[in-house]
């Protein structure tokens, strides 16, 4: 029931950017994510939350789950001080989805946590942004005074020459089309391993976040990290959410079960994949992170 859920908590239609440019639609969405961390630090998590979501948006608390009710059923809300800025960042070529990455850091009381975040924004239909979709793991002490990257691919300057020429751009299809990807890349993760089955999927750019590692931003340093712990992989898909242009995400829960371990060290975690559509029909994976969830009850 769950699933069925969340499968569908992520298909309705948003407005394109017309109208914007390129710069300007980057630079918004940006702006959204610095004022969802500023009223985080001002007015509190739970309330920065329930502002900057989307009705149908998804948190992974730790599983993914919808975040409103999640957000509405707390009565005593956390009271610790939830901090974060983005590093990464890009919009799809129609300006009605993005997504942002960066480090966090939590304080409460004496206890200090850090990490990195990925976030997926949708264009509503007012122009403003929510958040579709947001998911963390926590990992070593990392400086919040960043500067975010924008891929190339995703470059304002690239999208303007695209517009200018009328160059052909991608198209991720419908929300059917991609999990189908994601079920077939999630298979071959069971199969041969996350980076073998990676390998011919992954973005020159991509960016992989895995708990307890700081990111690692590349094909080749993304791969490396990922045939860091080799073992046994397997991804049950959730649900997806897909733009009008080149962009959509996919999520989903796991199981790892480590390479030569006991037969019951099997580790559980969420897992939030970004995609991105070449104008030939391929897609590529510009974003994969996984979060630790606890053994299933």
Known sequence: MQVALLASAVNSPVAVGAGKSPSALLESMLAAERGFASQSVEKGIKTAFLAHMAPDGIVFRPGPVGGVKFFQDQTEPDTGTLEWAPDLAAVASTGDMGYTSGPWQYTSGKDLVHGHFSTVWRRQADGSWKFAIDEGASHTAVDLEVNPVVPEWSNPREREEQNTHQEKVGKIGSQDQLLDADRNLCRAIAESGWAKALAGAADAEMRVCRPAALPADGKDAALKLLTARPGKTVLTPAGAG?????????????????????????????????WRALPDGARLVVLDATNRMPPPK
């Open 242 to 274: 897909v733009s009008q242009g080149d962009l959509g995400f996919t999520y989903g829960t796991g199981e790892f079960h480590p390479e030569g371990a006991a037969a019951d060290a099997t580790e559980y975690f969420g897992y939030l994949r970004v």
